[in-house]
């Protein structure tokens, strides 16, 4: 399988994932990723509809949908994430961007430990425009979970732990997670504009060592205190690399 693929309608390439978001895109030559955070989390239903307006009003078509950042009431158990991920896609596949087996779109996924939406719900997305001399993408969130096995139990680092120790490994395998998916795009933290992390755990312990380190916080870091999607995961990040952002009500 090739490293990346090009999503031609959409004006961008994505590393393949699973059948839920892939695990990064980047702004194919002649476009830039572009991202809108909603001043409050939305619905997923009417921020379908919100996105689709805004896309339509500046002349793009669905398919420059390239990647979104849920927040979900609480973590899901691993079945209850399985029927949430085939509603979601399901509009995706309406869009054109879901063949049923391919989604070109990236993604993150995450549950805040306070104030939580009542539903899952949008917090921000990305799309594509024209643009000419400008490198941008978008990784997806990743836990200390490795994908392609048959559960997250059975692929989770530290599974129960949550102890400095624990956490440290898990984070260690969520960059590296990282920075392969960069590197499968051609990029590297060097590149970065922007850091999230999302844990309700202490970062202190290890932040220096393993997050600043490395560069991962070269541009500072945003922690969320929120949980991975999925029960018993503990520690989750994305990055990007988009010059231009805006906050709408």
């Known amino acids: 399988m ?7 309608p959409g004006g961008f390439r994505y590393v393949p994932g699973v059948f839920q978001y892939s695990a990064g895109v980047a702004a194919l030559p002649g476009y830039a990723i572009r991202r809108i ?32 950042e849920l927040r979900s009431p609480k ?10 991920n085939r509603h979601y896609v399901g509009t995706l596949a309406e869009w054109g961007l879901f063949d049923g087996t391919r989604n070109p779109v990236a993604r993150s996924n995450v549950c805040p430990e306070i104030d939580p939406p009542s539903e899952p719900s949008f917090y921000a997305f990305s799309y594509t425009v024209p643009a000419a001399n400008e490198t941008s993408f978008v990784i997806s969130g ?19 732990e ?6 440290r490994e898990k984070a260690q395998f969520v960059l590296g997670e990282m920075e392969r998916r960069m590197r499968c795009l051609g990029f590297a933290w060097r590149d970065t504009t922007d850091t999230q992390v ?7 312990p290890f932040f220096g060592d393993e997050i600043a380190r490395r560069g991962a916080a070269r541009n500072g870091l945003t922690w969320h ?15 990007r ?3 231009q952002e805006r906050v709408v009500m």
């Open 241 to 243: 690399r988009v010059t």
């Open 2 to 8: 090739a490293e990346t693929e090009e999503f031609e």
């Open 225 to 239: 205190f929120n949980r991975p999607p999925v029960q018993k995961l503990e520690f989750e990040m994305d990055c």
């Open 142 to 160: 990743s836990a200390e979970a490795s994908e392609g096995a048959s559960s997250y139990e059975s692929k989770t680092v530290r599974l129960g």
């Open 37 to 68: 955070r909603f001043k409050q989390p939305v619905a997923l239903t009417e921020g379908f509809q919100r996105i689709k307006a805004t896309l339509e009003e500046i002349g793009r078509p669905t398919a420059a949908f390239c990647a979104c």
């Open 75 to 84: 973590p899901f158990t691993e079945g209850g994430f399985a029927e949430f």
């Open 198 to 204: 999302y844990t309700v755990h202490n970062l202190f």
């Open 162 to 167: 949550a102890t400095p120790d624990a956490m």
